[in-house]
């Protein structure tokens, strides 16, 4: 029989040995043996799997090697077959019979996968097909490196039973200071797949641009699109391209979260439409980093006309159930108008079919529907007021993304000497500071179903290129998507994390991804 070897979220010391170690495959009762005295190396899995038992043995890829994925799994199995091209050179057919087999069957874990390697197969299963695709990115870190000049592909053997702590993993792009076209984010959206991510909240409007086309309102793109932090040219999807990201963050079973920030953030719109200002004159196109200077003008009719072909428009492009209207940092507007103002904008949303989402701040709000989620992004200690408004928030039946700005927002700079970054939210931001928190404990009097899950915000002031989003996200959203999926373990230890993240970094320097070698980890 094989040596069972437990290697849960549990194990410490057995995933530090899984960093790097080897093991020689032997023969596994019952099925072939591959070359006796083969060294094949266990990698380690980003986010941590809630269950791991690695076996003696291996599976090796050869020139039987077949994919068997038909009916639901198909599309996946077309994905795996990319992604193995991508890393081994070798384009494997599909065959029913075929040894690397994806089956959508129930009885797995809900929203997660099972995943078994032993000399004579893969398999990956799951209740559909996106909990397949969770799996194929577990087996993609289980693969050797990518190199097509080797043919030297084998698995180590191991069964993983694998699902989320949260519901909702997520990153936010802000393509508003700065503007990132349609290829920027699918390839963003690639590189937060391989984390098991599965939202990215598009933040689409600011002070400094609007970026999405809107029917009846062109101005909006042909003004407010074409400026940016730095006087920038700007720029904007059109609905059709906004749509082609939808389908593509599809593809990879991540939903789209749109925002349009209001009331305030909304420079870009003023300056766009004089009769939104309440003086209705057009303000100035805004290039500066500052906030909390701009509102949308309340107490008048078409400000709300506005509103709802926004969100009725985007609504209709979206399938993802949440619209994010914002609602931070309004301090241009009263607080009594942006009581009123929330309302009625979260009953817009609802008349659209979606739920509203907004930063913790629209918890002054008194009517919000059940369900509205508030993303908290105050520090993870609440300072002021925003504990207080969590409290009205969970309290009108909310739910909470946990987004604390100390430890999540991956544009804070990661030192001092750093010249990309802002430095507001208790900078520096370590790899190990955006590791060591847990997202319930910021508001431990909540149970964990208050608590949908977490996200790494990344704004853009200081981001101008795709090289500087990946450098800026990675390492650190690693940390934030192990601690959106993986257990809640109070004992885990960023001194384990970081040597399963120096192999992780072979993935994304295969990748291409623009990562900062932080000292924090003994990168390979
Ligand atoms: C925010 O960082 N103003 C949500």
Same mark, same amino acid.
């Given at each position: 029989m094989a040596f069972l070897h437990r290697m849960g979220w549990y194990g410490t010391l057995a995933i530090i040995l899984a960093g790097a170690s080897t093991v020689s495959t032997t023969t596994v009762a019952g099925v072939p043996s591959n070359p006796p005295g083969e060294n094949v190396t266990m990698r380690s899995v980003i986010p941590a799997p809630v269950e791991r038992i690695n076996l003696d043995g291996s599976y090796r890829f050869n020139s039987d090697s077949a994919i068997a994925a038909t009916g639901e799994a198909r599309g996946v199995g077309e994905y795996l077959a990319g992604i193995l091209r991508g890393q081994t050179g070798e384009l494997l057919p599909f065959n029913n019979l075929g040894n690397i087999v994806l089956v959508v069957e129930p009885g797995h874990p809900q929203n997660g996968y099972s995943l078994s390697i032993n000399s004579s197969r893969i398999w990956i299963a799951a209740n559909d097909a996106a909990g397949l695709f969770l799996g194929v990115q577990t087996l993609r870190q289980l +693969?050797?490196? @990518? #190199? @097509?000049?080797?043919? #030297?592909w084998a698995v180590a053997a191991t069964e993983i039973t694998d699902f989320p702590r949260f519901s909702y993993r997520g990153a936010m792009l802000d393509v508003a200071r700065h503007f990132f076209g349609v290829e920027d984010v699918k390839r963003y959206i690639d590189e937060i797949a391989m984390l098991k991510l599965n939202v990215l909240h598009l933040h689409l409007s600011d002070d400094q641009g609007w970026r999405l086309q809107i029917n009846g309102w062109p101005r909006l793109t042909q003004v407010g699109g074409a400026s940016e932090v730095g006087g920038g040219a700007g720029g904007f999807y059109t609905q059709a391209q906004y749509s082609e990201i939808v389908a593509y963050a599809a593809s990879r079973y991540i939903t789209i979260v749109p925002e349009f920030d209001m009331p305030g953030h909304t420079n870009a719109a003023l300056s766009s439409y004089a009769e939104l200002n309440c003086n209705n004159r057009a303000t100035r196109p805004y290039h500066g980093y500052g906030v909390g200077f701009s509102s949308l003008c309340v107490r008048k009719e078409l400000t709300y006309k506005f509103i709802a072909d926004v969100v009725n428009q985007v609504a209709a492009l979206t399938p993802g159930p949440y619209f994010h209207l914002g609602g931070d940092e309004s301090s241009a507007t009263s607080l009594g108008d942006y009581k009123y103002f929330v309302d009625r904008v979260a009953k817009i949303i609802t008349d659209a079919g979606k739920l509203p989402m907004g930063w913790?701040?629209?918890?002054?709000? @008194? #009517? +919000? @529907?059940?369900g509205t989620v508030g993303e908290y992004w105050d520090y993870t200690t609440p300072r002021g007021a925003s504990a207080s408004l969590i409290e009205w928030l969970l309290d009108a039946g909310g739910k909470l993304v946990m987004a604390p700005s100390n430890v999540a927002y991956v544009d804070q700079k990661y030192s001092s000497s750093e010249s990309i970054g802002t430095n507001w939210a208790q900078p520096p931001l370590t790899l190990k500071e955006s590791y060591s928190w847990d997202p319930t404990s910021v508001f431990p009097s909540y149970p964990e179903q208050s608590f949908l899950g977490v996200e790494a915000p990344l704004w853009t002031e200081t981001v101008k290129t795709m090289a500087d989003i990946e450098y800026m996200a990675f390492p650190r959203i690693a940390a934030i998507a192990e601690i959106g999926w993986s257990k809640l373990n109070p004992s885990r230890s960023f001194e384990e994390f970081v040597i399963r993240l120096a192999t992780f970094g072979v993935y994304m320097e295969s990748a291409g991804i623009n990562f900062k070698r932080t000292p924090e980890v003994p990168w390979q």
């Open positions: +693969l050797p490196p @990518p #190199n @097509p000049n080797t043919h #030297n913790h701040d629209i918890g002054y709000a @008194p #009517n +919000l @529907p059940k």
